[in-house]
């Protein structure tokens, strides 16, 4: 991987992150809003039940034209 990385410097920023680190990770305040939303007290019978609510949930966020960007620009990093 080492050497890989070491060819593609060119064009390639990489950067260390803490092995853990969900305030660096859009994807977790994306899960976080989802869970605090549409997934909250969710009570299902059916993994499709779950598919749906999540869906319903993705689908807000996608009819929000900078929301999705927040988590980005709210980890301060930059694409």
């Known amino acids: ?3 890989f ?5 060119h064009w390639l920023v990489v950067e ?3 092995a853990y ?3 660096l990770n859009p994807v977790e305040l994306l899960w976080g809003n ?3 939303g549409e997934l909250a007290n969710l009570c299902v019978d059916t993994v499709g039940e ?3 609510a999540a869906n319903q949930g993705i689908a ?3 009819g929000e034209s900078d929301f999705a960007l927040s988590f ?3 980890t301060g990093l930059s694409l």
Not at 5 to 9: G, I, P
């Open 1 to 3: 991987m080492r050497a």
């Open 5 to 9: 990385l070491a060819r593609q410097r």
């Open 16 to 18: 260390r992150l803490p």
């Open 21 to 23: 680190a969900p305030e």
């Open 34 to 36: 989802l869970k605090a």
């Open 50 to 52: 779950m598919e749906l």
């Open 60 to 62: 807000r966020m996608q």
């Open 72 to 74: 980005l620009r709210h």
